[in-house]
Every structure is written in structure tokens, then in C-alpha cells.
């Protein structure tokens, strides 16, 4: 028997896929921004095309993040964002328990999807913290280091822009460890490639 759910409609795969190709475009090219100038650094791109793509490709995101919250807030996938406090830290520790022991002794996925239930606990909770926490804090940090005049001179003693430049970059490599861990959990549907077929044609398939 098969079960076959629409769940990804065609808004957010369209947003998905500009911000996945955004983001790739940010790391290389934040990458090259931090260690421009430094003795014995490959480069691979010149430091004032970096600054350009960088800063295209971080307006270009920002706009879609405001897509993706509009989106969210207005329509039914937003409810799939919500974090019920009840068994929150019973079901994070069970799926946690699947992802480290059950799914190699082939057990079956504690929370398996439907209509009401898109993210498995610690899907959700990983997709709101990048997406309602980091994401944030990365864009509204990238536009204070955009425009220093906005920022605040000195904050107990130290550089604000020392600061804005110290979370950004923190938050861009939290987010890129985000983005790895992210795209292996995506191979742990119930085939390596169900997850990544179902952010192309909208369908959640599974088969007996
Ligand atoms: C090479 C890059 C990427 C690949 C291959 C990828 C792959 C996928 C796949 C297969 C899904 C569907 C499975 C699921 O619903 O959990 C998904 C969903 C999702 N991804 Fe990614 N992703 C990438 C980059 C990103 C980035 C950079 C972000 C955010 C910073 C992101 C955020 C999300 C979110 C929030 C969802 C759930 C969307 C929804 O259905 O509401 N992804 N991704």
C-alpha cells in the first residue's frame, strides 16, 4: 500500500530552492570575505566580486525570508511551525533515541508523517530555531555591518561593530553546520531519496 500526502506546496519549494542556492552562494563567499588578506589563503574568488555576490545574494535571501514569514503566517503551513510545550522534551528524546539506535535496528519512525504532522520533533525544532532565531539575528546582523553608520559606537566598552561582526559570522557558521546536519537528516526518510523528491514534486510518498 502507498500513501501519498501533498505537503509541499509550491510557494515554499520555490523559496526553498532560491534559499538553498543563496546560502551555498553566502558561505563561498563569506568564506572568502573572512580569510581575504591573509598570508599563505587560496582565493578563489577576488575579494571585490566576493563583496558583491555577498551582498546580491544577502538582499536577494532577505526578501525571500520575508516571503517565507509571510507565507508561514497566512497560510496552512505555518501550523506545522507550531511547538506544543506537552512531551515536548519526551518526543525530542525519542525521535533523538531513532536517529541514534532504532533506525539501525530497522525499527520504524517513532512520528511518521501526515496531514497534521510534517516535521518530525527535532525537524521542527531545528527548521524554528534557523528560521524564527538565526535567520534574524543573520540578516538584521549582515545590514548593521552593511550600513556601520546605524550601529551603536560602543557597547559596555567594546566596538559595536566588533560585536555585530563577531554574531555574524557566528551565526553564518551555526547556520552552515545547520545546513549539513540538515541535508543528512533529509537522507533518513524512508529511501535516502524520499525527502529530497518530496521538496521537488510536493508529494510525501511512503510505501509498505
Ligand atoms: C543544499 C541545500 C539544501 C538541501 C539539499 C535541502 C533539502 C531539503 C529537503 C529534502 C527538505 C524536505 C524535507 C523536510 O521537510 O524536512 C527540506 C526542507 C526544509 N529546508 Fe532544506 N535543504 C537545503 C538547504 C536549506 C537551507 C539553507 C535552509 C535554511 C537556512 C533550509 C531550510 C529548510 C526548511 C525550513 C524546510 C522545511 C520547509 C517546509 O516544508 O515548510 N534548507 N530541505
Redesign the pocket.
Known amino acids: 500500500m502507498s500513501n501519498r500526502i501533498y505537503?509541499?506546496p509550491v510557494w515554499?519549494r520555490i523559496w526553498?530552492i532560491i534559499?538553498?542556492i543563496l546560502?551555498?552562494v553566502l558561505i563561498f563567499t563569506g568564506i572568502a570575505l573572512r580569510f581575504a588578506g591573509q598570508e599563505n589563503a587560496v582565493s578563489l574568488i577576488r575579494f571585490d566580486q566576493a563583496v558583491a555576490w555577498h551582498n546580491v545574494a544577502a538582499i536577494i535571501l532577505t526578501a525571500s525570508y520575508v516571503i517565507f514569514v509571510i507565507g508561514?503566517a497566512i497560510s496552512r503551513?505555518g501550523r506545522?511551525?507550531r511547538i506544543k510545550k506537552e512531551n515536548f522534551w519526551t518526543e525530542l528524546i525519542a525521535q533523538f533515541k531513532f536517529y541514534a539506535f532504532g533506525m539501525f535496528r530497522k525499527e520504524k519512525h517513532p512520528f511518521p508523517v501526515n496531514e497534521e504532522r510534517?516535521?518530525n520533533p527535532l525537524?521542527k525544532i531545528s527548521?524554528v530555531l534557523?528560521?524564527y532565531a538565526?535567520?534574524p539575528v543573520l540578516i538584521i546582523t549582515g545590514f548593521g555591518l552593511l550600513f556601520p553608520e546605524i550601529l551603536i559606537q560602543q557597547f559596555f566598552g567594546i566596538s559595536g561593530l566588533l560585536i555585530t561582526d563577531v554574531l555574524h559570522f557566528s551565526i553564518g557558521f551555526i547556520?552552515s553546520v545547520?545546513?549539513i546536519v540538515?541535508?543528512y537528516?533529509?537522507t533518513l526518510?524512508q529511501k535516502p531519496g524520499t525527502?529530497?523528491k518530496?521538496?521537488m514534486n510536493g508529494y510525501h510518498e511512503e510505501h509498505d
Open positions: 505537503l509541499y515554499i526553498h534559499n538553498a546560502f551555498l508561514n503551513n506545522y511551525y510534517k516535521f525537524q527548521y534557523a528560521m538565526g535567520m547556520l545547520f545546513l540538515h541535508v537528516t533529509c526518510g525527502l529530497f518530496s521538496m
